[in-house]
T-cell receptor, first 114, second 112 residues
Framework: NAGVTQTPKFQVLKTGQSMTLQCAQD?????MSWYRQDPGMGLRLIHY???????DQGEVPNGYNVSRSTTEDFPLRLLSAAPSQTSVYFC?????????????FGPGTRLTVT | KQEVTQIPAALSVPEGENLVLNCSFT??????LQWFRQDPGKGLTSLLL?????REQTSGRLNASLDKSSGRSTLYIAASQPGDSATYLC???????????FGTGTRLTIIP
């Protein structure tokens, strides 16, 4: 298994541009999440999904959109990038109900917005 | 609101020593607690998951304990090695909540 994969690894955007961060997992996990990591702060939840077609907001959802059309993929869309969205973004997944709550993380996407 | 604290922020110890990393949380109503390691520029690797009903979990040289009533967890690393150098993060999950609340981590350096 490749586990949780993310693309791209690095991205530089100008203010106002849009882009999609890709996330995929091959472990047949039902639950997937997006976190951002900023210096001096713990990781914070942006959006999550408990299955295909079902998404919900986390702690810091503003400026981001998600959708989940398949079990494997959970892309994160930045609608109009702002310098405050400069961060490292991590995708995570875990088994659904009845399974372990152990969370698996991808390698991250480092985003800079100028 | 749950808050997770990890002190110290950084720790250096000579190779071979046993060491303890600390994690404290403000709300004892947690479902589980998970320890991760993060290498520079990399993602998070899960080390140990402790359910709220458990007191400890062990994996190789690692042992994690949980005291819910006092809002504390410790990660014990035995016979430390240079390869253990990384940032160690703890995260707690509340009931009926998909969110993990993370601490800011302890950056561990093992000196050869």
């Amino acid at each position: 298994n490749a586990g949780v994969t993310q693309t791209p690894k690095f991205q530089v955007l100008k203010t106002g541009q849009s882009m999609t961060l890709q996330c995929a997992q091959d472990m047949n996990h039902e639950y997937m999440s997006w976190y951002r990591q900023d210096p001096g702060m713990g990781l914070r939840l942006i959006h999550y999904s408990v299955g295909a077609g079902i998404t919900d907001q986390g702690e810091v959802p503003n400026g981001y959109n998600v959708s989940r059309s398949t079990t494997e993929d959970f892309p994160l869309r930045l609608l109009s990038a702002a310098p405050s969205q400069t961060s490292v973004y991590f995708c995570a997944s875990r088994l659904g109900p009845g399974g372990s709550y152990e969370q698996y993380f991808g390698p991250g996407t480092r985003l800079t917005v100028t | 609101k749950q808050e997770v604290t990890q002190i110290p922020a950084a720790l250096s110890v000579p190779e071979g020593e046993n060491l303890v990393l600390n994690c404290s949380f403000t709300d004892s109503a947690i479902y589980n607690l998970q320890w991760f390691r993060q290498d520079p520029g990399k993602g998070l690797t899960s080390l140990l998951l402790i359910q709220s009903s458990q007191r400890e979990q062990t994996s190789g040289r690692l042992n994690a304990s949980l005291d819910k009533s006092s809002g504390r967890s410790t990660l014990y690393i035995a016979a430390s090695q240079p390869g253990d150098s990384a940032t160690y993060l703890c995260a707690v999950r509340g009931f009926g909540n998909e969110k993990l609340t993370f601490g800011t981590g302890t950056r561990l350096t093992i000196i050869p």
